[in-house]
C-alpha cells in the first residue's frame, strides 16, 4: 500500500511539472508575438474606408460600432466550454483557454486545457505567425497526440481560422490582406493572401447587419485529402468598449454522417487595444 502511495505522488508531480512547463513555453511565446513589434499601427475606422467593402460588411462595420473607432490592434480574450475531440465521443469535457491575437501583422497564439478527470487533463496550443501555423496537443501536458507544423495544410487551416476569427477584432476587414466579394446582400467572402498563403471564408449576416455565421473548407487533420466544411455559429453577443462582438459561439465540422460540434465556448475578459508592455507585464506577474 506504501508503494502505491509513493507511485500515486510521482505520478501527480511528473504531472503537475509537464502542467507547468507547458503554460511557461506558451507564456514565453506569448510574449515572443507580443514584443515582436511593440508599437502598434493606429488609425480611425471612417465610413469613407468601408465603402470599398460590400454591402452587407458595411452593415457588420456600423452595426458592431467599429465606425468611428480606434481600429483594433490588439485583442485578448478568455473562454470557458465545452469540448470533444473525437465525433463519437459522448461526453463534453469543460475547457479553459486564452488567446492573444495581433492584426498589424496577423498573428495569434490560442492555448487550453481541457479536464478529463481529476488530475489529468489534454492541453493544446494553436499559433500562427508570420504566415505559419503550428498545432500541439498533449495528454497530461507530456504525450503529444497532434503535432503539425512545416505543413501547408496547417499554414492555410491557421490562416482561415484568423481570418474567420475576425468578430473579435472587425477592424482587420479592412486590412490590406483581405479582399471581399459579395455573394448576396446578406452574405460576402473573404479572401485572405499573406506570406504566400491563401484562404477563404464565407461570413453570413442578419438583415441589420450583425454577424451571425462562418464558414470555410478547412483541412482537419494533415493527411487530410480534400477540406472538410467548417462552421461557427453566433448564439450570444455582448458589447465591449462599445465594439458588439460575438458571448457565445458553437464550432462545428459538418462531416458525411452529420453534423459534429466539438466546441461550444463563453468569451470572458476580453481587453482590446492594451498596451502590449501591460499585457507582457501581466504575464510576469503570473
Known amino acids: 500500500m506504501k508503494i502505491y502511495w509513493v507511485i500515486a505522488a510521482a505520478a501527480a508531480f511528473i504531472l503537475g511539472f509537464a502542467g507547468r512547463r507547458f503554460y511557461r513555453e506558451t507564456t514565453r511565446e506569448i510574449k515572443e508575438l507580443l514584443t515582436y513589434e511593440p508599437a502598434p499601427r493606429e488609425w480611425i475606422v471612417t465610413e469613407e474606408q468601408t465603402k470599398k ?67 489529468f487533463a489534454v492541453t493544446g496550443r494553436d499559433w500562427y505567425r508570420f504566415g505559419q501555423g503550428e498545432m500541439l496537443i498533449k495528454a497530461a501536458s507530456v504525450f503529444p497526440l497532434v503535432t503539425v507544423r512545416h505543413n501547408k495544410k496547417a499554414n492555410q487551416s491557421t490562416l482561415q481560422r484568423y481570418l474567420m476569427e475576425m468578430a473579435w477584432y472587425p477592424s482587420a476587414a479592412l486590412s490590406p490582406f483581405v479582399s471581399w466579394e459579395a455573394v448576396d446582400d446578406r452574405t460576402a467572402k473573404a479572401v485572405m493572401s499573406y506570406c504566400g498563403c491563401t484562404g477563404e471564408g464565407i461570413f453570413h449576416f442578419s438583415e441589420e447587419g450583425e454577424l451571425i455565421r462562418l464558414s470555410a473548407y478547412r483541412f482537419r487533420d494533415k493527411e487530410d485529402e480534400e477540406p472538410t466544411e467548417w462552421q461557427a455559429e453566433a448564439l450570444e453577443y455582448m458589447t465591449v468598449d462599445g465594439i458588439r462582438m460575438p458571448a457565445r459561439v458553437s464550432v462545428s465540422w459538418v462531416l458525411p454522417e452529420g453534423k459534429f460540434t466539438w466546441y461550444t465556448f463563453s468569451v470572458k475578459d476580453v481587453r482590446l487595444n492594451e498596451r502590449r508592455t501591460e499585457l507582457i507585464k501581466e504575464m510576469k506577474s503570473r
Open 53 to 119: 467593402l460590400p454591402p452587407p460588411v458595411q452593415r457588420w462595420l456600423r452595426q458592431s460600432g467599429m465606425t468611428g473607432r480606434l481600429n483594433i490592434h490588439t485583442a485578448a480574450l478568455k473562454q470557458e466550454g465545452l469540448m470533444r475531440l473525437k465525433p463519437e465521443q459522448v461526453k463534453s469535457f469543460p475547457a479553459e483557454a486564452e488567446q492573444f491575437i495581433t492584426t498589424d501583422y496577423p498573428s495569434f497564439i490560442w492555448r487550453v486545457k481541457m479536464k478529463m478527470q481529476p488530475g
